[in-house]
């Protein structure tokens, strides 16, 4: 039998088991730590992309965030700022060009370098403006709600065929709609006879209109539709504020009046307008008349779809 301190033979174990609880602290406290830095990095990116896009429904849009990795935080922060950008140039869209214009046209007047320069462009394009005749008394018998809803129901025909026919339209002046036809790359005459079959379908819609509304006992709505075609100043007008896609110029004004001589249900072109597109309506009558603003005399045409 041998006889020895309990101490001195427990010793190595006790000493181990010292060093493997300490080595075990410092394991734990490293893969604490490596956990840290691999979450952080991940949790700082959505943190970011997280407070990004509360600046972005507040509606302050911020530069794209860096992407800083290829994994899924990547691919969120790519797919954070596409969409960013998709917001951008609809909100620039909606407020250079409004909510009358075909999305297709505005992307591509967005891809000239001219678009986003105020109205400084010159270009030939053609002009539509319509009336309703004798809606103001009409208006008077009215309710207000009746007077409101009739009208929106107008506007909402005619926005929609007007972008039907790629039009642009620049502004409403009570009743009345002024719209034009960009021709961009293509010739004028191609836009102007976009603006007569646009006419000829404002018309036809509003026909329709005043069937529906006989049968609903509402009042029977009545246009008069002038086209003219002329050189203008084309593009964003206005200030760095307030801005709008539009035009400016006597052709415009000349337009307004080309319009007062058309009579109910009428379509009526300047000559100009009318050699573009003659080959494809009918003169149901011709109008010789000075015009407020011109020195001469000029011809105007009431015109139909020609259907042979």
């Not at 819609?205 to 050189?231: C, D, Y």
């Not at 337009?255 to 080959?279: C, D, H, K, M, W």
Request: charged residues 25%.
């Amino acid at each position: 039998m041998l006889f020895a301190e309990g101490k001195r033979i427990l010793a190595p174990v006790i000493k181990f088991r010292f060093y493997y609880f300490i080595v075990g602290i410092i394991s734990i406290l490293s893969i604490i730590l490596l956990i840290r830095y691999l979450i952080g990095k991940p949790v700082r990116n959505i943190v970011e992309i997280s407070e990004a896009a509360k600046r972005v429904a507040s509606g302050k849009y911020i530069d794209p965030l860096p992407v800083r990795t290829a994994d899924e935080i990547g691919q969120l922060t790519e797919s954070f700022n596409s969409m960013v950008r998709e917001l951008k140039e609809r909100d620039f869209i909606r407020n250079t060009f409004g909510r009358y214009i075909d999305e297709e046209i505005a992307k591509e007047l967005l891809s000239r370098p001219e678009a986003s320069r105020l109205g400084i462009e010159k270009r030939q394009v053609a002009i539509l403006m319509s009336d309703l005749r004798d809606f103001t008394p009409l208006s008077e018998s009215l309710t207000p709600e009746d007077t409101i809803r009739i009208v929106n129901i107008y506007f909402s025909d005619m926005i929609d065929v007007v972008r039907q026919y790629k039009g642009i339209i620049v502004d409403f002046f009570g009743d009345s709609v002024l719209s034009f036809f960009h021709p961009l790359d293509d010739p004028l005459d191609l836009a102007t006879r976009q603006a007569v079959y646009c006419a000829f379908e404002m018309q036809d819609r509003l026909n329709i209109w005043n069937s529906g509304s006989r049968a609903e006992r509402l009042p029977e709505l009545h246009m008069g539709v002038g086209v003219n075609t002329g050189e203008v100043v084309v593009g964003n007008i206005g200030s760095d504020t307030r801005a709008k896609y539009g035009i400016v110029g006597s052709p415009v004004n000349i337009t307004q009046r080309i319009q007062s001589f058309a009579r109910e249900g009428e379509v009526v072109l300047s000559e100009p307008a009318y050699n573009y597109a003659r080959n494809e309506i009918r003169i149901k009558k011709t109008l010789d008349t000075r015009l407020k603003g011109v020195r001469d005399t000029m011809k105007l045409y009431v015109v139909e779809r020609n259907h042979k």
